[in-house]
Nanobody, 126 residues
Framework: QVHLVESGGGLVQAGGSLRLSCAAS????????MGWFRQAPGKEREFVAA????????NYADSVKGRFTISRDNAKNTVYLQMNSLKPEDTAVYYC???????????????????WGQGTQVTVSS
C-alpha cells in the first residue's frame, strides 16, 4: 500500500516562498508518476505539477510555470514542490498524488491518480 504524507504548508506573505514535501512509502517508486494538485475553497481540485520518478522529467500548469519547481530525492523517497513568488491566488490545500505508470506519460486529472496524501494548507496573504 502506497502511503503519502505532505508537509511544509503554512502562512506566507505575497512574494514569499514555501517548500512542500511529500514523503512516499510502501513501494519502489521508480515506475511511478507523481503529481501535486491544489484545491481552493469552492473550487475543483486542479493540477499544479508532475514528475516522472525515474527520469526526473517535469511538467507544470501554466499558472505556476516559472514560479514553482517540482523535484524528487530518490534516497529519501520524497517529492518536493518549491514555491516562489507566491500570490494570494495560490492559497489552497495542496495534495501529493501517485500512480504507477510504465508509459512515460504525464497525468493532469485528479481521477488518473490512485494514491493521495492528506493535504497541507498553504495560505498567501496580500
Amino acid at each position: 500500500q502506497v502511503h503519502l504524507v505532505e508537509s511544509g504548508g503554512g502562512l506566507v506573505q505575497a512574494g514569499g516562498s514555501l517548500r512542500l514535501s511529500c514523503a512516499a512509502s510502501g513501494r519502489t517508486f521508480s515506475s511511478y508518476a507523481m503529481g501535486w494538485f491544489r484545491q481552493a475553497p469552492g473550487k475543483e481540485r486542479e493540477f499544479v505539477a508532475a514528475i516522472r520518478w525515474s527520469s526526473g522529467n517535469t511538467n507544470y500548469a501554466d499558472s505556476v510555470k516559472g514560479r514553482f519547481t517540482i523535484s524528487r530525492d530518490n534516497a529519501k523517497n520524497t517529492v518536493y514542490l518549491q514555491m516562489n513568488s507566491l500570490k494570494p491566488e495560490d492559497t489552497a490545500v495542496y495534495y501529493c498524488a501517485a500512480r504507477q505508470d510504465y508509459s512515460g506519460s504525464y497525468y493532469y486529472n485528479s481521477y488518473e491518480y490512485d494514491y493521495w496524501g492528506q493535504g497541507t494548507q498553504v495560505t498567501v496573504s496580500s
